[in-house]
């Protein structure tokens, strides 16, 4: 399933963005001026929340530093890659008879650790990424730049939320491991050949508490130094080579 690549631009105009969304245009961002309320407003609220696409309400003289037209309070800043919706993506893989292997992203903002990510993720096997609707990196030319190709190749499912994601992922027999450092397990010591959904955190934060407490157990790498931790970029390709070096042992 690849995604179509598109040169990033404005959507401006009540009419334009709201026909835009309904049509399926993927979005980045919207932002709404603030003031602005009654029927429009509440079309724009549901419309984003029925498609995943974060809402920024800001000034009018930010509008009108992004566009120079009549934007009428409303722009779509439109997105480089398609997103695909979790619940489209994991049927086919299960049609096609191959074992699931999806990777979620909890706070990951910086657009080359995102690119870097993707990469291995889709030279070990990623069924798809997953990204919540907000707190994630922006997949702008830097992302795809670093990516190497790889977002042109591996879906971005963009969730209301990584929890609703996780709980969606459950009921349909994944199992979740997130990369942590407290009580883990080191990555050669877990079954990862199973139906399985690789959490990795925010650059020096890791992942979230709310997000840590839905996870069926915790990972990590073994080290040597002393230094804090990898990178999340590096994580993410040792653990992801893991799962593919156990994957390919067992065929």
């Known amino acids: 399933m690849a995604q179509s690549l598109k040169k ?16 399926g245009q993927a979005v980045d961002k919207l932002l709404l001026q603030r003031g ?6 509440k079309t724009i609220r549901h419309l ?35 997103y695909y919706k979790l619940e489209d993506v994991l049927p086919t893989i299960y049609e ?5 292997l999806f990777l979620l992203l909890d706070g990951v903002t910086d657009v080359r650790n995102f690119g870097a990510i993707a990469r291995s993720a889709e030279l070990c096997g990623v069924h798809a990424i997953v990204i919540p609707k907000k707190g994630s990196a922006q997949i702008n030319s830097e992302a795809l730049k670093t990516a190497a190709g790889a977002l042109s190749k591996i879906p971005v499912c963009r969730a209301s939320s990584l ?23 080191l990555i050669y010591e877990a079954d ?6 690789v959490v990795l955190g925010a650059e020096g934060e890791g992942i979230s508490k709310a997000v840590l407490a839905q996870m069926d157990e915790c990972i990590k790498i073994p080290q040597i130094g002393t ?13 992801l080579y893991e799962v593919m070096r156990q994957r390919v042992d067992q065929a």
């Open 227 to 239: 230094t804090n931790s990898f990178n999340v970029a590096v994580s993410g390709g040792i653990i």
């Open 163 to 185: 929890i609703t994601a996780i709980e969606y992922l459950k009921l349909s027999g994944i199992h979740v491991a997130g990369a942590a450092l407290e009580q883990s397990k």
């Open 96 to 100: 096609r008879s191959e074992t699931p």
């Open 192 to 197: 990862l050949t199973i139906p399985l959904a």
């Open 36 to 41: 602005i309320h009654g029927e429009f407003e």
């Open 8 to 23: 990033q631009r404005y959507i401006y105009g009540r009419h334009p963005v709201v026909d835009a969304i309904q049509a």
């Open 48 to 82: 984003c929340r029925d498609f995943n696409i974060p809402m920024q309400v800001v000034p009018k003289e930010k509008l009108n530093k992004v566009v120079r037209g009549n934007h009428q309070g409303v722009i779509a800043i439109t997105s480089l890659v398609t």
